[in-house]
């Protein structure tokens, strides 16, 4: 015989099973994109910028991070860290996965560009 204890545990444990259902690949993160910060940190001519690339999801890595990125210079950076792919597409990190809520950070002197996240995936299993 089952306590009543017992079938009160059911209604939650369908729940928290089948909320885990929904989640598909990436389906987790849709609303945690990554994220682009840029700091000012060298005042001079020209102005220093440190950004700062962020991955938001906390289960899982996000690969092929895509910045619109202007007519970036690609000699300001290390094509490892920010490499221009065409005019205003730069793939941030060689495109490889960015563990979740990890930061990839880089410095450039040049007047400010804008860099906003464009496309991404995420890698979830």
């Given amino acids: 015989m089952k306590s009543p204890a017992s079938f009160a545990l059911l209604p939650w444990l369908f729940i928290s099973f089948s909320s885990l259902l929904q989640f598909g690949s990436g389906a987790r993160c849709t609303t945690n994109g990554p994220t682009v910060k840029q700091t000012q940190v060298g005042f001079g001519d020209p102005p220093k910028f440190?950004?700062?690339?962020?991955?938001?999801?906390?289960m899982c890595p996000v690969i092929n991070v895509h910045v619109k990125c202007g007519s970036f210079d690609q000699s300001l950076v290390s094509p490892r860290l920010l490499k221009?792919?065409?005019?205003?597409?730069?793939?941030?990190?060689g495109g490889l996965p960015l563990p979740p809520?990890?930061?990839?950070?880089?410095t450039?002197?040049?007047l400010k560009y804008s860099l906003n996240p464009s496309s991404?995936?995420?890698?979830?299993?």
């Fill in 101 to 106: 809520l990890q930061k990839l950070s880089f």
């Fill in 108 to 110: 450039y002197a040049h």
């Fill in 84 to 93: 221009v792919v065409d005019h205003d597409d730069c793939v941030v990190g």
């Fill in 50 to 58: 440190r950004v700062e690339v962020q991955n938001n999801c906390p």
């Fill in 120 to 125: 991404w995936d995420f890698q979830c299993e």
